[in-house]
């Protein structure tokens, strides 16, 4: 007697694993977010100060 192979994965295994990879997903999205936090970025050392007032006045 053989026993019948089950090609079709239950409801409840396919939700788990589901669910698994979205746990995966999300962990890997907030450890990324992390990393970045902690490169530092170049910044400009001077501000700009730009004089528009003239500009605005010949409109």
Do not use: R, V
């Given at each position: 007697m053989q026993l019948k192979y089950n090609r079709q994965?239950?409801?409840?295994?396919?939700i788990l694993r589901w669910?698994?990879?979205l746990f995966i997903a999300i962990l890997v999205f907030i450890f990324s977010i992390?990393?970045?936090?902690?490169i530092?970025?170049?910044s400009p050392?001077?501000?700009y100060d730009i004089d528009i007032t003239?500009?605005?006045k010949k409109l």
């Open positions: 994965p239950s409801l409840g295994s396919s669910l698994i990879k992390f990393l970045i936090e902690k530092k970025f170049p050392q001077k501000k003239n500009d605005i």
